[in-house]
Structure formats: structure tokens, C-alpha cells
């Protein structure tokens, strides 16, 4: 019999927090309940977590902290943010800091429960693509290790954030191919969100400041106008030309 997911809950609100917790339990989740961002970092960083429910407003260390604390560190935990703040800025900050899904309070907590299942189907799917196309994806100079997530240009390692890297990877696995920003949206961050698309520009932007010689005038991520974007093909990049 498969060990229950467990999910981490850092919420400072008793009630709510127990309610997501019984929620969740009755679906056969292992929940662990953190009452303030402190101690929520502190069990995101000691233990392995199928995904978390987050609050932004937090004693202690706040949720856009541990969001990004959590998108610093090497293993993927999907992150779904809950708060009462329902300005359109705050649910940008959060998912631009690399939170997966965002619910305003008041929420359903059936709802809140079809999306922690729905992400973590989502991590699941991503993680058995990463095992069948263990090999390295090369595009010109660019290598690309899904297994260990790491990449290299040329002979030098690039630092990327998970959802970076999994923005390359599956441009990496489409080259030449012209995704919308709502289609990447779906595709890499698993929603369709209208008003979210200007994160997927953030992100173009930080990826072009990592594997472009000049960002500014790109030649591997290209942007093509009215539609999207496409990662140029391998002779393309090669030749520092926009295709």
C-alpha cells in the first residue's frame, strides 16, 4: 500500500487550519499544521512535503518568504498560497515568487482539496517525463539534465530556479514551437488563469538574463509578436541569429 501524501499546512488562523486539515485527512492526506512562519520554514526545510497550503500573512516569517525560501532549494514542493489579501498585486507576487496555485479567503475547502490533489498529479506526471527522457536535451551549446535538473552553457553551469528550469525544459522539448503565455501558463505552471500571463514574461526575461549573451537582443528565447514565444532552433541559437 503507497505511504499517504503528506502536506504541510502554515496557516496562523486555528480554524481555518483545522478545517483544511480535517478536509484533507478525510481524503487520506498526512497533514502536519504549522501556526506561524517560522516553524512552517523550519518543517518545509527538514522534511519531504507532496505540497503545502500557505498563508501570506504570517507571525514570525511571512508566506512570501517561504515561498521563496521553498523555490531556492533543490526538491520541488508544489505550493498552493491562501490569504485574505485579494489584490490582484499580491496574487502576482506570489505565484512570481513560484507558488503553483493561489485561493482568496474565503475559499472552498473542497476546492482548495481538488487543487492540492490536482498539483500534486501534476508534479507526479512531470517527475515519470523527467525519468523517460532522462538523457540530457542538448539545443546547440545549451545541456539540459532533467534527471538532476541541472544545466550548462558550454562548459559553465546556470543557476536556475525550478519553475525556470521547467519553463527551458519544455521549450527544450519543443524547439521552434510558438507558445502563448496562457499556453505556457497551462503547460508549465498547470493553470489558466487570465491575468497572470505577464509572470510568464517575468520568468522569459530572467532566463534570457542567464543563457542569452545578449538579453536584450535575444537569440535562443524569441518572442514572436502577437503570438508568443518559441525557443529558436539548435543551428539558429548556435549561430547567435534570431530564427
Known amino acids: 500500500m503507497p505511504a499517504a501524501r503528506r502536506v504541510l499546512i502554515v496557516e496562523d488562523d486555528p480554524h481555518i487550519a483545522e ?3 480535517l478536509h484533507l485527512g478525510d481524503e487520506g492526506f498526512q497533514v502536519v499544521l504549522a501556526a506561524d512562519g517560522s516553524l ?5 526545510e527538514r522534511e519531504h512535503w507532496d505540497a503545502l497550503v500557505l498563508d501570506l500573512m504570517l507571525p514570525g516569517v511571512d508566506g512570501l518568504e517561504i515561498c521563496k525560501r521553498a523555490r531556492a532549494m533543490v526538491r520541488y514542493t508544489p505550493i498552493i498560497v491562501t490569504s485574505a489579501r485579494s489584490s490582484e498585486v499580491h496574487r502576482i507576487l506570489g505565484l512570481e515568487l513560484g507558488a503553483d496555485d493561489y485561493l482568496a479567503k474565503p ?3 473542497l476546492e482548495l482539496v481538488a487543487r492540492v490533489r490536482a498539483l500534486i498529479r501534476r508534479s507526479d506526471a512531470m517527475a515519470r517525463h523527467a525519468r523517460l527522457d532522462a538523457g540530457t536535451v542538448a539545443i546547440a551549446d545549451l545541456q539540459i539534465d532533467p534527471m538532476a535538473r541541472e544545466v550548462w552553457l558550454g562548459d559553465a553551469p546556470i543557476d536556475l530556479t525550478p519553475r525556470e528550469f521547467d519553463l527551458l525544459y519544455f521549450f527544450a ?10 499556453e505556457l501558463l497551462n503547460q508549465v505552471w498547470g493553470y489558466k488563469h487570465d491575468g497572470y500571463e505577464h509572470t510568464v ?3 522569459i526575461n530572467r532566463l534570457r538574463l542567464k543563457i542569452e549573451s545578449d538579453p536584450a537582443q535575444p537569440s535562443r528565447i524569441l518572442t514572436v509578436w502577437g503570438r508568443g514565444y518559441k525557443l529558436a532552433p539548435a543551428a ?4 547567435g541569429v534570431p530564427a
Open 40 to 44: 512552517g520554514a523550519s518543517l518545509l
Open 201 to 203: 514574461n517575468t520568468h
Open 19 to 21: 478545517l483544511i486539515g
Open 107 to 109: 475559499f472552498s475547502v
Open 173 to 182: 522539448r519543443h524547439p521552434g514551437q510558438v507558445f502563448s503565455r496562457l
Open 236 to 239: 539558429a541559437a548556435s549561430a
